[in-house]
T-cell receptor
């Protein structure tokens, strides 16, 4: 158990809908990262937050947004969902967000029908 | 441009033998390297890391070697066990970029 929690574990929705994925980092970690893993593909970095502020942006679509709240939990919002958004979404956390180990949550499996 | 490359999509090793997973990188600014293990439908699990000031780091059955001049690192698992069957990802970062840059992964299969 990494100490990073993600909810929900599974999510099934329809095209055009909007969903919110939630992540709680390990106790003491200030930085949160979001990744997407599509079928049989590697991890794609989406976005990073550090202590409530956006720090780095990767391959995140404009239809997606995220935020980190004062209690350091983070939410990833996916809107106008398309079939191709079906994937595993992982959250990771680290202490400060630099060159250091990231610890991953169990992921949320999103299925868009 | 892939800055971190794992050129072997899969590797099959006999139980008890040594597994060697390889990773190459192109960015000389990388100063921290990590290996993660991932089972299907689970989050990656951190295995071992190495800073660029070292050339070897060992943790139990796992050893990571770093060759900076060749921009190459490898993960050795010895002896290999059935539970080691998973996808292994190499990742790298630098202090100038907060992202971890990931390789595509190598699927390791341990044969009984």
């Amino acid at each position: 158990d990494s100490g990073v929690t993600q909810t929900p574990k599974h999510l099934i929705t329809a095209t055009g809908q909007r969903v919110t994925l939630r992540c709680s980092p390990r106790s003491g970690d200030l930085s949160v990262y979001w990744y997407q893993q599509s079928l049989d593909q590697g991890l794609q970095f989406l976005i990073q937050y550090y202590n409530g502020e956006e720090r780095a942006k990767g391959n995140i679509l404009e239809r997606f947004s995220a935020q980190q709240f004062p209690d350091l939990h983070s939410e990833l919002n996916l809107s106008s969902l398309e079939l191709g958004d079906s994937a595993l979404y992982f959250c990771a956390s680290s202490v400060e967000g630099g060159s250091e180990t990231q610890y991953f949550g169990p992921g949320t499996r999103l299925l868009v029908l | 441009d892939q800055q971190v490359k794992q050129n072997s999509p899969s590797l099959s090793v006999q139980e008890g033998r040594i597994s060697i997973l390889n990773c190459d990188y192109t960015n000389s600014m990388f100063d921290y390297f990590l290996w993660y293990k991932k089972y299907p439908a689970e989050g990656p699990t951190f295995l071992i890391s190495i800073s660029s000031i070292k050339d070897k780091n060992e943790d139990g059955r796992f050893t990571v070697f770093l060759n900076k001049s060749a921009k190459h690192l490898s993960l050795h698992i010895v002896p290999s066990q059935p539970g080691d069957s998973a996808v292994y990802f190499c990742a790298a970062s630098s202090n100038s970029n907060y992202q971890l840059i990931w390789g595509a992964g190598t699927k390791l299969i341990i044969k009984p």
